[in-house]
C-alpha cells in the first residue's frame, strides 16, 4: 500500500545454516543485511529505526557515513546510561555530517514531531502519536484489574 517491497527482511540471525557453521556478530549480520538491501533496493532511500541500547546507532552510523545519499534519516530511541550518551551523540553527529539526519528521541511524540519537520510523516499524524502516548500513561498509572480487586476500587 506504501511501496513497501513484500515479503520478509531479516535482521537478526537466529543461528547455523548450510552456508555456515558458526554465528556472526548481531551487529556484522545486521550490517550485511542493510547492505544487502541497499543493494537489492537500489532506488530506494531507507529510514532506520532503533534505539541505544546496543549497537543500532553504530551500525547506522556505518551505513549512513558509506552511503549517505541513501538514508533519508536515522531514529534512535535514546535509552542510554549518561556514560554511553556521550558516544552515541558522536555518532548522531558524524551521521548529520555525513548528510543524514541522526534523531535521538526519548518519546515516540518527539520522534514523530521530527519525522514531520523532515515531512515523513502528516502532521495530523503527530498528534495521534501524543494521543496515544497520553493514553497509554493514563493507562499505566491506573492500578491494574487486579490491584483494583485487592484494594477495593
Known sequence: ???IPAGPI???DYGFTEEK????SHSQHKLDRLR???TTYPGLKFVFVGDSGQKDPEIYHEIATEQPERVRAVFIRDVTEPARDAEVHTLAR???EAGAPMVLAETSAEAAERAA???LIREEHVEEVRRDR???QRESEEPSGFWQRVLGA
Open 1 to 3: 500500500m506504501h511501496n
Open 10 to 12: 531479516f535482521l537478526k
Open 21 to 24: 557453521f558458526m554465528w556472526t
Open 36 to 38: 544487502e538491501l541497499l
Open 94 to 96: 558524524e551521521v548529520e
Open 117 to 119: 519537520e523532515l515531512d
Open 134 to 136: 497520553r493514553r497509554e
